[in-house]
């Protein structure tokens, strides 16, 4: 059972899930932000990963990625920032993005460092289900990542069931299909 998997089996209800963008708000605050996010409560955390075209992202997410990138912050430096992130961190971390970087950056190669820092999942709303079936999927598994699908209220019931069947630790249910990270 995966680290995911057992803190939905614990929590059941109630759980914290908080998303960080890396290397915000400076270059090297990934580890302190979620330390803290851990001491004060969190049950799970994503971080984001800055891309430079974040479609699917609205303002207060583009504006984090866009300081985090002209901090320096590239996946590179992310996983070096990691690199210790088992040493204090107890509770189930993904990364969250988009697939160019980690096409750009190798796939396999992402995945085997992302499981190498003790990174639990990943989250790339893009990656399709047809190439998770036919390429990506099995990378993924083969370096013991859970891969998170998303859902929307507009994603048909059959959709949804073959997602969850693809899914590990979890099925994310978005609330609405629009940008993520919209002001209040």
Same mark, same amino acid.
């Given at each position: 059972?995966?680290?995911?998997?057992?803190?939905f089996? $614990?929590?059941?209800?109630?759980?914290?899930?908080?998303?960080?963008t890396?290397g915000y708000?400076?270059?090297?605050?990934?580890?302190?932000?979620?330390?803290?996010?851990?001491?004060?409560?969190?049950d799970? $955390?994503?971080?984001?990963?800055?891309?430079?075209?974040p479609?699917?992202?609205?303002?207060?997410?583009?504006?984090?990625?866009?300081?985090?990138?002209?901090?320096?912050?590239?996946?590179?430096?992310?996983?070096?920032?990691?690199?210790?992130?088992?040493?204090?961190?107890? %509770?189930?971390?993904?990364?969250?993005?988009?697939?160019?970087?980690?096409?750009?950056?190798?796939?396999?190669?992402?995945?085997?460092?992302?499981?190498?820092?003790?990174?639990?999942?990943? %989250?790339l709303p893009?990656?399709p289900?047809y190439?998770?079936?036919?390429?990506?999927?099995?990378?993924?598994?083969?370096?013991?990542?859970?891969? %998170?699908?998303?859902?929307?209220?507009?994603?048909? /019931?059959?959709? $949804?069931?073959?997602? /969850?069947?693809?899914?590990?630790?979890f099925l994310?249910?978005?609330?609405s299909?629009?940008?993520t990270?919209?002001? $209040?």
């Amino acid at each position: 059972m995966s680290r995911i998997e057992e803190t939905f089996r $614990i929590k059941r209800t109630k759980l914290l899930n908080v998303y960080c963008t890396a290397g915000y708000p400076k270059p090297d605050s990934t580890m302190s932000v979620i330390k803290a996010l851990q001491d004060n409560g969190a049950d799970m $955390i994503e971080i984001g990963m800055p891309y430079s075209d974040p479609l699917a992202d609205g303002p207060v997410i583009q504006h984090s990625g866009s300081i985090a990138i002209a901090n320096g912050m590239t996946i590179a430096k992310l996983f070096e920032q990691l690199k210790d992130l088992r040493k204090e961190i107890h %509770i189930p971390v993904v990364l969250m993005g988009y697939m160019n970087p980690a096409l750009q950056y190798g796939f396999e190669k992402f995945c085997a460092a992302a499981a190498s820092v003790g990174i639990d999942g990943l %989250i790339l709303p893009d990656l399709p289900m047809y190439e998770f079936e036919t390429e990506y999927g099995a990378i993924i598994k083969r370096h013991g990542l859970d891969f %998170i699908f998303l859902v929307t209220p507009e994603t048909t /019931d059959e959709r $949804i069931k073959k997602l /969850d069947g693809l899914s590990s630790g979890f099925l994310y249910a978005v609330s609405s299909s629009s940008t993520t990270g919209n002001e $209040i």
